[in-house]
T-cell receptor
Framework: DAGVIQSPRHEVTEMGQEVTLRCKPI?????LFWYRQTMMRGLELLIY????????DSGMPEDRFSAKMPNASFSTLKIQPSEPRDSAVYFCASRLGLAGPYEQYFGPGTRLTVT | AQSVTQLGSHVSVSEGALVLLRCNYSSSVPPYLFWYVQYPNQGLQLLLK??????LVKGINGFEAEFKKSETSFHLTKPSAHMSDAAEYFC???????????FGQGTRLTINP
């Protein structure tokens, strides 16, 4: 299995621009998670999906952030407009819901820099 | 609310020495527990997991962890550190039936030659 795939690996953009991060979960996994990692706040769960449906988005920082999962093999995290404080590494993770005990498999991350 | 605490944001040991990374959880019932490792510029990789079976859990790369309910701890150890062990280590927990993982703040392990 190829593991969780994220693209791009690095993104540099200017403040105010729209940014779209992409994730392909492991085939067959029915849970997908988006995390943000910063030095100050560590790992934060932003949102997670089950069977393509958003279950908990309480970690999404504000309305500038949105996430979608149009099908079982693809998800996007969009920031519009982007701000310098959004600079972080964004991880996608997936897991198989029926298989305990709930370990998640992480992608390599997207390093976002907003100037 | 469930929480995970890792004691020591930075641990430094000599090559060949014992590695001990501490993790304590707070939960009314024993959770499922995990240790992940993150190498520079990479995602998190599962090292080992506790599933309420054996309390001593062996993982990859020679690491192991012991679940101690009385101490609400799940410390990670390795008898002899190797330079390649230098990374950030995260302890995480979840409850049966829950979907979210609760992560500790991470411990950066440095290996001195």
């Amino acid at each position: 299995d190829a593991g969780v795939i994220q693209s791009p690996r690095h993104e540099v953009t200017e403040m105010g621009q729209e940014v779209t991060l992409r994730c392909k979960p492991i085939s067959g996994h029915d849970y997908l998670f988006w995390y943000r990692q910063t030095m100050m706040r560590g790992l934060e769960l932003l949102i997670y999906f089950n069977n393509n449906v958003p279950i908990d988005d309480s970690g999404m920082p504000e309305d500038r952030f949105s996430a979608k999962m149009p099908n079982a093999s693809f998800s996007t995290l969009k920031i519009q407009p982007s701000e310098p404080r959004d600079s972080a590494v964004y991880f996608c993770a997936s897991r198989l819901g029926l298989a305990g005990p709930y370990e998640q498999y992480f992608g390599p991350g997207t390093r976002l820099t907003v100037t | 609310a469930q929480s995970v605490t890792q004691l020591g944001s930075h641990v430094s040991v000599s090559e060949g020495a014992l590695v001990l990374l501490r993790c304590n959880y707070s939960s009314s019932v024993p959770p499922y527990l995990f240790w992940y490792v993150q190498y520079p510029n990479q995602g998190l990789q599962l090292l080992l997991k506790y599933t309420s079976a054996a309390t001593l859990v062996k993982g990859i790369n020679g690491f192991e962890a012991e679940f101690k309910k009385s101490e609400t701890s799940f410390h990670l150890t390795k008898p002899s550190a190797h330079m390649s062990d230098a990374a950030e280590y995260f302890c995480a927990a979840t409850l049966q039936g829950a979907q979210k993982l609760v992560f500790g703040q991470g411990t950066r392990l440095t290996i001195n030659p």
